[in-house]
């Protein structure tokens, strides 16, 4: 889903229609094998493993991911198979969707869908034509729900605060609120650093219970943003190039993320921070980024506006 303004029931239809297929069960370590690091079998089935998936079985086995994927099919094999022998558990869970596996994970996870954050807003009197930015895809979604009570102008630029709020089914990350704004002129979105944002482990479903509360406290920082949004306008960067590079490194941007803030540069180009800051929320809208570049993108422009001062 591209990170332009939408509706949450337009999100709400594409979250459903990702889910069709989605099921978890509990398989018994026993029954799995490995044909190699594509192929996961179960009982004797045949079952395609997604990237996340090979990821986390691997570390899960306690065998570094970049060696598995130099290794000959075999050799991945012969590694996967010695190593599920010695998994202390006697169960994993396997994320499906139809016969691909998505995530594997201990029985102890207890995972917080995208269709349950969906459902808790609905429940909070969110309206489906209620306008949002989300960033979706099947590894990752960023939802942010700009509140136009709260705008505000800087030198003509006219911005939205509100609330955003990121999931990851797969355990990309965990389940968090924080504060958002989004800047009317390009609809470039910055997830703020935030001092009372809230991130849960997908260990309970504590957060579906606590939204409403999480939600008002994050809501108080959002006055804190117009303020620091004046000061990157007054902060002077010699060499704007040369920071970006800098906060490049500072970050541990891959290769796409850096490709993206590249790309964004010409269009924000100036020099103040204001101008550093809005080439990473440009980045995060860049067409081919996965939803979970998109939201590091964004919140990389919201860490660098907290350090002003």
């Avoid at 459903?16 to 190699?36: E, L, R």
């Avoid at 989004?182 to 504590?206: E, F, I, P």
Wanted: proline fraction near 6%; charge should be negative.
């Amino acid at each position: 889903m591209k990170p332009n303004l939408t509706t949450l029931g337009k999100v709400f239809d594409r979250v459903d229609a990702m889910s069709v297929n989605c099921f978890d069960q509990n398989i018994a370590v026993p029954d799995i094998s490995f044909d190699n690091l594509d192929i996961v079998r179960i009982a004797g089935e045949p079952h395609p493993l997604r990237p996340v998936a090979q990821r986390s079985i691997s570390n899960r086995l306690g065998i570094p991911y970049p060696y598995l994927t130099r290794c000959p099919s075999d050799v991945q094999a012969m590694n996967l198979n010695h190593w599920i022998k010695h998994e202390k558990n006697d169960q994993l869970l396997f994320r499906f969707d139809g016969q691909e596996v998505r995530a594997v994970f201990t029985t102890k996870y207890i995972p917080v869908d995208n269709f349950e954050v969906m459902e808790r807003l609905d429940s909070l009197g969110y309206k489906p034509e209620t306008p949002v930015q989300c960033h979706l895809d099947t590894e990752f979604m960023s939802l942010s729900i700009p509140d136009g009570a709260k705008a505000f102008d800087i030198n003509g630029d006219k911005f939205k605060p509100g609330i955003s709020i990121s999931n990851s089914e797969v355990g990309l990350a965990s389940l968090s609120i924080a504060a958002f704004v989004l800047r009317l002129v390009c609809t470039n979105g910055l997830v703020a650093k935030s001092d009372v944002s809230a991130s849960y482990r997908h260990v309970s479903t504590k957060i579906l219970g606590e939204f409403p509360i999480v939600m008002d406290k994050v809501s108080l920082e959002l006055g804190a943003q117009r303020e620091q949004f004046r000061l990157s306008l007054e902060s002077r960067v010699d060499n704007p190039e040369s920071t970006l590079a800098s906060f490049n490194r500072q970050f541990a941007l891959n290769g796409g993320e850096k490709d993206a803030v590249e790309w964004a540069w010409p269009q924000e180009a100036g020099e103040t921070m204001f101008n550093v800051v809005n080439t990473y929320t440009r980045a995060a809208q860049k067409e081919d980024l996965p939803a979970e570049s998109s939201f590091r993108l964004s919140r990389v422009g919201g860490n660098i506006l907290g350090m002003l001062n």
